[in-house]
């Protein structure tokens, strides 16, 4: 947390996060992304489901596959004004602190 408190000192009003598995993005998506996550909070990409997903029960059973119509894949880059992203990581931290929780991504510590 000390890199992203230390940026943002400066003026920095988005941050733009991207993981090195899929190093080349367009740069008009970064420019869109940083264009909505200034204009809304926060911005990601998010492509269509191509997987079946299941849910299954405590016991391990399958309950029921989802409706691919009603979910999205969540991918990087992921852009947030500073302030959101800050404090979305002060609640995550004071979150993890008391739990096993397990997070999976920025815009879900968004969420």
Known sequence: MT???SA??????VIVIHDAVRPVVPS???EQLVQAADEAGAAGVVCPL???VLAVGEDEQLE???DRR???ASETPQ???????KAAYSMVCDFLHFTNFVITGKC???L
């Open 108 to 110: 879900i510590a968004v």
């Open 64 to 66: 029921e596959a989802l």
């Open 70 to 72: 009603n979910h999205v």
């Open 79 to 85: 852009a947030f004004q500073t302030d959101v992203l």
């Open 8 to 13: 943002t000192e400066t003026n920095l009003r």
């Open 50 to 52: 191509v997987s079946t």
């Open 28 to 30: 008009e998506l970064v």
């Open 3 to 5: 890199p992203l408190f």
